[in-house]
């Protein structure tokens, strides 16, 4: 992997991550048309870039990052339990799901979702407004929403965001939880990936990696900020059809 190459995966990275678009899925199409090669050097840099991404997210919420927002946590770690469990579980059955094929009928089936929940949610129905607010039941449920990102195309934050919205969240507290449950979850993914492929980084391109990393913390810290903006005027309706135009190019495409 050279360093163009790096940055354009650190952007992809970046700006899917939080988006409920499956940043998984976007770079394993982006590696194939590159000619990235899925092996243990891809893997160990892969590591890199979630870790930029963690670190948006703990820079743009520090204020939560504290012992005083415990209950905070404790609901965000009943809600990462369920994929915690199941991930290990069927974590060999997961890695034959990595196909090109597979990210595209999740990118239009997650889509469909999409605008179906869009289509009958009422933001004024909504009984919880602020994160904080959020109960260990309904993080609960969150939780089991999250389990369907272990499909690759699916999105982590596209099922989180869709289980926040089912049980009463709003937009904006939906976005805000999922962006804080990757921090567990990212933080477990890449503290595993990096056990498994810490000998790899002896032959990685530190100038490559570097870039990687300075991209996608920045393009992540952005995508963030101006998502939020994003959801005080709009639903997540264009996520949707893009989810689904995208996932039939791809289809026609392989």
């Given at each position: 992997?050279?360093?163009?190459?790096?940055?354009?995966?650190?952007i992809i990275?970046?700006?899917?991550?939080?988006?409920?678009?499956?940043s998984?899925?976007?770079?394993?199409?982006?590696?194939?048309?590159?000619?990235?090669?899925?092996?243990?050097?891809?893997?160990?840099?892969?590591?890199?870039?979630?870790?930029?991404?963690?670190m948006?997210?703990l820079?743009?919420?520090?204020?939560?990052?504290?012992?005083?927002?415990?209950?905070?946590?404790?609901?965000?770690?009943?809600?990462?339990?369920?994929?915690?469990?199941?991930?290990?579980?069927?974590?060999?059955?997961?890695?034959?799901?990595?196909?090109?094929?597979?990210?595209?009928?999740?990118?239009?089936?997650?889509?469909?979702?999409?605008?179906?929940v869009?289509?009958?949610?009422?933001?004024?129905?909504?009984?919880?407004?602020?994160?904080?607010?959020?109960?260990?039941?309904?993080?609960?449920?969150?939780?089991?929403?999250?389990?369907?990102?272990?499909?690759?195309?699916?999105?982590?934050?596209?099922?989180?965001?869709i289980?926040?919205?089912?049980?009463?969240?709003?937009?904006?507290?939906?976005?805000?939880?999922?962006?804080?449950?990757?921090?567990?979850?990212?933080?477990?993914?890449?503290?595993?990936?990096?056990?498994?492929?810490?000998?790899?980084?002896?032959?990685?391109?530190?100038?490559?990696?570097?870039?990687g990393?300075?991209?996608?913390?920045?393009?992540?810290?952005?995508?963030?900020?101006?998502?939020?903006?994003f959801?005080?005027?709009?639903?997540f309706v264009?996520?949707?059809?893009?989810?689904i135009?995208?996932?039939?190019?791809?289809?026609?495409?392989?």
């Amino acid at each position: 992997m050279d360093i163009i190459q790096a940055i354009i995966i650190g952007i992809i990275e970046g700006f899917t991550e939080f988006l409920p678009i499956s940043s998984t899925g976007h770079m394993i199409v982006a590696s194939k048309f590159m000619g990235v090669s899925q092996d243990h050097l891809t893997k160990a840099y892969e590591v890199i870039i979630q870790f930029a991404a963690i670190m948006a997210v703990l820079l743009m919420y520090k204020e939560k990052i504290s012992f005083k927002k415990i209950s905070l946590w404790q609901k965000l770690l009943v809600a990462f339990l369920p994929l915690a469990v199941i991930g290990f579980l069927f974590k060999d059955i997961i890695k034959t799901l990595f196909t090109v094929e597979i990210v595209a009928w999740m990118f239009i089936v997650g889509g469909i979702v999409f605008l179906i929940v869009e289509k009958f949610y009422k933001e004024e129905s909504s009984h919880t407004y602020d994160v904080e607010q959020v109960s260990m039941k309904q993080a609960l449920w969150i939780g089991f929403a999250q389990i369907f990102a272990l499909i690759p195309g699916t999105s982590r934050a596209g099922a989180t965001i869709i289980g926040g919205l089912l049980v009463g969240l709003d937009r904006k507290s939906s976005a805000e939880f999922s962006f804080l449950l990757a921090i567990p979850v990212m933080a477990a993914v890449s503290g595993y990936d990096l056990l498994k492929h810490y000998s790899e980084f002896a032959d990685a391109n530190w100038g490559a990696f570097v870039a990687g990393f300075v991209t996608a913390f920045v393009v992540a810290y952005l995508t963030i900020k101006l998502f939020l903006v994003f959801l005080q005027r709009f639903t997540f309706v264009a996520f949707g059809w893009y989810r689904i135009i995208l996932g039939i190019l791809l289809l026609m495409m392989i």
